[in-house]
């Protein structure tokens, strides 16, 4: 295998190795997917307009966020059960970002724990997080990422539902039975027959709170002193409602 020169091709090798069921569901979106094929025109569209005589001989791309310094603006979005993909899944991940001096956001429905991905050494991360319909799992999840070091919570708010994705639906995805969602492992999560097929992370997948408001930030803000992003912030609308929301809470 050549060396590889473009992102892209990274998909195509990844389709080649990896088993259909494992590169469907990281690479496909819901029902027609006509969302993902929009993000990427969107992206698309964003052109740089080059200025002329600067001077480029010294570039900083370095930047801050929530007052930490990356060397870039990019950080590294979660993604679940990542050892499907390599067996060292989200370690080679942590390891990576912190080589490459940027963040890393773990995703609690990680093959890896938090605990797990501290202990590969140092790095700045942040914690993906949603709402469950037991406050007490929240909480528990909470805790362990303030103990394991990391820097703030992602709050995902933009899948109240979960999309429908019409691969895994076709190929029964399942995770593999030699991995787990190893932030779950060890919480008091109610009775859970792991017997049943559906296993344990179409469990938790069921558990998210699909009542989930601006209540529930102000909630979670009481019980972690950690910063709180809001992740999925997709209109002007809820951009502002943001503000309103932040506003309101600055007047006490």
Request: proline fraction near 4%.
């Amino acid at each position: 295998m050549g060396e590889i020169t473009n992102v892209m091709e990274f998909e195509a090798i990844a389709k080649q190795k990896l088993p259909k069921m494992v590169y469907d569901y990281y690479a496909s979106g819901a029902e027609d997917q006509w969302t993902l094929a929009e993000n990427r025109n969107a992206f698309s569209r964003i052109l740089f307009r080059p200025r002329i005589l600067i001077d480029v001989s010294k570039i900083d791309l370095s930047t801050t966020v929530l007052g930490f310094n990356i060397s870039m603006p990019i950080m590294v979005a979660p993604t679940a059960m990542q050892k499907m993909a390599h067996p060292d899944g989200e370690y080679a991940i942590a390891r990576a970002a912190s080589a490459a001096g940027t963040i890393m956001t773990l995703s609690s429905w990680g093959t890896s724990s938090v605990e797990e991905v501290a202990s590969t050494g140092p790095g700045t991360r942040f914690f993906q997080l949603y709402v469950y319909k037991d406050r007490n799992v929240t909480i528990q999840l909470v805790r362990r990422a303030e103990r394991a070091g990391f820097k703030a919570i992602a709050l995902t708010v933009d899948t109240p539902r979960l999309g429908r994705r019409e691969a895994d639906i076709k190929n029964r995805f399942n995770l593999p039975p030699h991995l787990s969602l190893k932030n779950f492992e060890g919480l008091d999560i109610g009775k859970l027959n792991k017997a049943e097929d559906s296993g344990l992370a179409s469990y938790v997948a069921g558990q998210v709170d699909r009542s989930l408001s601006w209540k529930d930030v102000q909630w979670l803000q009481t019980i972690t002193s950690l910063p709180i992003l809001v992740k999925g912030v997709i209109t002007a609308e809820d951009g502002k409602q943001r503000t309103i929301f932040l506003s309101f809470e600055a007047l006490g």
